[in-house]
């Protein structure tokens, strides 16, 4: 898989994950959004994004859907940290 960003392509996995974390754009991520049918990133998308990116590179995991709606809980208040709110 892969996708175009300002004229550069970049490779993702099966699943569409990055490859190279070196790669990894605001730019990207509106692509990604985009054929996720997702035609416009809001405040609340890039919340979410940015506390997993800095969960991610904290701990080099994705972080557990329990333990991510915590930190989304903490940082945000109860009503951006249910599993509805955040997939």
């Not at 790669?23 to 919340?47: D, F, G, R």
């Not at 930190?71 to 109860?78: F, V």
């Amino acid at each position: 898989m892969e996708a175009v960003v300002n004229g550069k392509t970049i490779e993702l996995s099966e699943a569409g994950w990055l490859l190279n974390l070196d790669e990894w754009s605001e730019e990207l991520a509106a692509e990604i959004a985009i054929s996720e049918k997702v035609p416009e990133l809001t405040e609340e998308h890039w919340n979410i994004i940015n506390m997993a990116r800095e969960y991610f590179q904290a701990n080099g995991t994705v972080c557990e859907p329990r333990a991510f709606s915590k930190l989304m809980k903490k940082e945000y208040g109860k009503d951006k940290s249910d599993q509805k709110y955040i997939y």
